[in-house]
């Protein structure tokens, strides 16, 4: 299998639940619609200091191959899977005690698992690609 069917497989994956999530917020009322704007609008910065420094980290490690590739790239992408899913955890937090109703915030869990999940698929290619 290629790179292209992880790359498609994984976006697809997170497509999906981007769209399930979203039938789920049309069916808020108008109330909470404006919670959830409020509530997650705030970024996390530090996320994308997490990836950034990650992606350096990985880059140093590879050029001067202190460690094996797969096992830098492994890092690599649990550090972003975890910075990924502590996001989501600070969210469905905020969820909780916003006290939005619970089906809304199961919806949000089995989105949340969906997406991370679909970057599990995209960066797994490294480790299921055949090798010579």
Partial sequence: MTLVFY???GFLIMTFARMWQQKYIEKLNDEFKSK???LLATKHNWLNYISI?????????????LIEIRNAFF????????????????????LVKAEFPIDFINNYLITAALRIIGVI????????????
């Avoid at 698929?121 to 010579?132: A, D, G, H, R």
């Fill in 7 to 9: 790359i498609i497989t």
């Fill in 36 to 38: 959830l704007v409020g």
């Fill in 75 to 94: 890092i690599f992408t649990i550090i972003n899977v975890l910075s990924v899913a502590v996001s989501m955890n600070i969210n469905y937090n905020k």
């Fill in 121 to 132: 698929v995209i960066f797994s290619y490294m480790f299921f690609q055949p090798t010579n």
């Fill in 53 to 65: 420094a990650s992606l350096v980290l990985f880059t140093l490690i590879s050029v001067m191959n």
